[in-house]
């Protein structure tokens, strides 16, 4: 039995070894190095949006689909689009999956920094 910190660092670890080697891996990287701070500075609905937005990137799409696939595995959401999930839900389950997929983050964040090349900022 895994421990719930093995399972997201693993799922995490899958993603971004999924990424390595593709035309897009410096954006991803770049991305995934942002998303924590922008998942706290302008909460999760907002992120979800901007990478909506963004989502003809080929390292935006990615990391919103790593995010579904999370929804997915992790809590057994299948998820059309984050946007109309998130804001569905009532203030406290909104917390609780800024949190998870906050801690998600996290591990992008710190995975890809090592296993990822990173691409100059050009956004």
């Known amino acids: 039995?895994?421990?719930?910190?093995q399972q997201v660092a693993g799922l995490a670890y899958e993603c971004v070894?999924?990424?390595?080697?593709?035309?897009?891996?410096?954006?991803?990287?770049?991305?995934?190095?942002?998303l924590p701070s922008m998942i706290v500075h302008n909460g999760l609905l907002t992120t979800c949006a901007f990478i909506r937005a963004k989502a003809k990137d080929d390292g935006w799409q990615?990391?919103?689909?790593?995010?579904?696939?999370?929804?997915?595995?992790?809590?057994?959401?299948k998820v059309d689009s984050l946007v109309e999930f998130f804001?569905?839900?009532d203030f406290a389950q909104y917390?609780?999956?800024?949190?998870?997929?906050l801690y998600f983050a996290q591990w992008l964040k710190r995975l890809a920094e090592g296993e990822l090349k990173y691409e100059a900022e050009q956004d």
């Open 1 to 5: 039995m895994k421990s719930r910190l």
């Open 17 to 34: 070894k999924g990424v390595k080697g593709k035309g897009f891996e410096g954006k991803y990287a770049s991305h995934a190095r942002k």
């Open 62 to 77: 990615e990391i919103e689909n790593h995010i579904k696939l999370y929804l997915e595995k992790m809590e057994g959401k």
């Open 87 to 89: 804001a569905g839900l």
């Open 95 to 101: 917390r609780l999956y800024t949190q998870k997929i």
